[in-house]
């Protein structure tokens, strides 16, 4: 009698086992075109895969059940970075390697549905994140149920760069290495506020002038805005559907540094960087005919520095107030940020840059 029904134990185990393989085995392919899966920013979608381009361009969904496998590529070799949020906690940044599609098995909560959001690290010159769909047993879109819509346009501050060391140590790798553009001050403060959000960024990248180049070999914001990678290939337009509340922008840092020191670099023209920002905003006025304009001093300067970079921004301010009847608003940083990698702020600066702006855009949002 108890070997019968050892043998009923053994094979129920056996049952289960089976019944726990074939419960993997039904996990479906959904393809990156299903219209479950909700992505904003700076991205290209075609059947194959959706190209995750600009900081923080992301893809939003939900899973029916607690598996999931994650399938992505890196357009370069050897990695780029995806930051990961489950449920509304972020979990950590993911290598993403360029050799192959990489396959991110999650176990999820006991959950009827658990709400995935992936967010592209690194920045457009970076590479693109290739996104090839989901392996789940059934997923279904997230409602946007945010009032705001702001996009962000700067450098590397805006794109989160070295910023992030919690995997390699500053100095250590390669310059993606520190990138963690889900933690910048951007996406973070949209958090606060809840709004959508557009990261425009290029790193180095300036208003007429770049870190280490008088826009002779290298092209300014201006010459690339429109441009959906944010650089000279102009073969894929930025025309996404996203119509801004407020368009901020913080574009100075790299205009007034002093290079590397090796190449030539000329004193900072005030009236060059001013008629330039001028224009600029008027192809944004142009773009979002309703939208209201903020621009934000640097969190890397200080000082003289600061002071100089000020009086071009209340000129910008004067003349749209004066030509266009248009209120730009200028927020100044009380102080530097430099505790991450460069001189550059950290993500734990990030928070407090964002803690600082809330009461600035909440009040020009409702204004």
Same mark, same amino acid.
């Given at each position: 009698?108890?070997?019968?029904?050892?043998?009923?134990?053994?094979?129920?185990?056996?049952?289960?086992?089976?019944?726990?393989?074939?419960?993997?085995?039904?996990?479906?392919?959904?393809?990156?075109?299903?219209?479950?899966?909700? *992505?904003?920013?700076?991205?290209?979608?075609?059947?194959?895969?959706?190209?995750?381009?600009?900081?923080?361009?992301?893809?939003?969904?939900?899973?029916?059940?607690?598996?999931?496998?994650?399938?992505?590529?890196?357009?370069?070799?050897?990695?780029? *970075?995806?930051?990961?949020?489950?449920?509304?906690?972020?979990?950590?940044?993911? $290598?993403?390697?360029?050799?192959?599609?990489?396959?991110?098995?999650?176990?999820?909560?006991?959950?009827?549905?658990?709400?995935?959001?992936?967010?592209?690290?690194?920045?457009?010159?970076?590479?693109?994140?290739?996104?090839?769909?989901?392996?789940?047993?059934?997923?279904?879109?997230?409602?946007?149920?945010?009032? *705001?819509?702001?996009?962000?346009?700067?450098?590397?501050?805006?794109?989160?760069?070295?910023?992030?060391?919690?995997?390699?140590?500053?100095?250590?790798?390669?310059?993606?290495?520190?990138?963690?553009?889900?933690?910048?001050?951007?996406?973070?403060?949209?958090?606060?506020?809840?709004?959508?959000?557009?990261?425009?960024?290029?790193?180095?990248?300036?208003?007429?002038?770049?870190?280490?180049?008088?826009?002779?070999?290298?092209?300014?914001?201006?010459?690339?805005?429109?441009?959906?990678?944010?650089?000279?290939?102009?073969?894929?337009?930025?025309?996404?559907?996203?119509?801004?509340?407020?368009?901020?922008?913080?574009?100075?840092?790299?205009?007034?540094?002093?290079?590397?020191?090796?190449?030539?670099?000329?004193?900072?023209?005030?009236?060059? *960087?001013?008629?330039?920002?001028?224009?600029?905003?008027?192809?944004?006025?142009?773009?979002?005919?309703?939208?209201?304009?903020?621009?934000?001093?640097?969190?890397?300067?200080?000082?003289?520095?600061?002071? $100089?970079?000020?009086?071009?921004?209340?000129?910008?301010?004067?003349?749209?107030?004066?030509?266009?009847?248009?209120?730009?608003?200028?927020?100044?940083?009380?102080?530097?940020?430099?505790?991450?990698?460069?001189?550059?702020?950290?993500?734990?600066?990030?928070?407090?840059?964002?803690?600082?702006?809330?009461?600035?855009?909440?009040?020009?949002?409702?204004?």
């Amino acid at each position: 009698m108890i070997t019968k029904y050892l043998k009923l134990s053994l094979y129920c185990l056996t049952l289960v086992m089976i019944m726990s393989c074939k419960k993997d085995k039904e996990l479906l392919l959904f393809n990156p075109n299903n219209p479950s899966f909700n *992505y904003s920013g700076r991205v290209f979608i075609n059947s194959n895969a959706v190209s995750l381009i600009g900081s923080a361009s992301s893809v939003v969904f939900k899973v029916k059940g607690n598996f999931v496998n994650l399938l992505l590529q890196s357009e370069f070799k050897p990695r780029n *970075y995806v930051a990961l949020v489950i449920n509304g906690k972020y979990q950590k940044r993911y $290598t993403i390697t360029g050799d192959s599609i990489n396959k991110i098995n999650l176990k999820l909560p006991e959950n009827e549905n658990n709400t995935i959001e992936i967010y592209k690290a690194t920045e457009a010159a970076s590479g693109e994140v290739l996104f090839h769909g989901v392996e789940a047993f059934d997923i279904a879109s997230v409602t946007n149920s945010n009032t *705001y819509s702001i996009e962000f346009i700067g450098d590397s501050i805006t794109c989160g760069a070295l910023s992030d060391n919690s995997g390699i140590d500053c100095n250590q790798g390669e310059y993606i290495d520190q990138h963690n553009a889900y933690l910048a001050y951007g996406p973070r403060l949209s958090r606060l506020l809840n709004a959508n959000f557009v990261l425009s960024s290029v790193s180095g990248i300036g208003m007429y002038r770049n870190w280490n180049d008088e826009n002779i070999e290298q092209p300014i914001m201006p010459q690339v805005y429109d441009n959906l990678s944010l650089n000279e290939d102009d073969s894929k337009p930025y025309n996404i559907n996203f119509q801004p509340d407020v368009v901020s922008i913080c574009l100075g840092t790299n205009d007034m540094s002093q290079g590397d020191g090796v190449k030539e670099r000329l004193p900072f023209n005030s009236e060059k *960087y001013t008629s330039n920002y001028i224009e600029f905003v008027k192809t944004i006025y142009k773009r979002y005919p309703n939208t209201k304009v903020a621009i934000l001093n640097s969190p890397m300067i200080q000082g003289e520095g600061n002071d $100089t970079l000020v009086k071009c921004l209340n000129k910008v301010k004067s003349y749209f107030k004066i030509n266009a009847e248009k209120d730009i608003e200028i927020f100044q940083f009380d102080k530097v940020y430099p505790n991450g990698c460069n001189y550059h702020p950290s993500v734990d600066e990030h928070k407090e840059m964002a803690e600082k702006l809330k009461p600035f855009f909440n009040k020009l949002l409702k204004k």
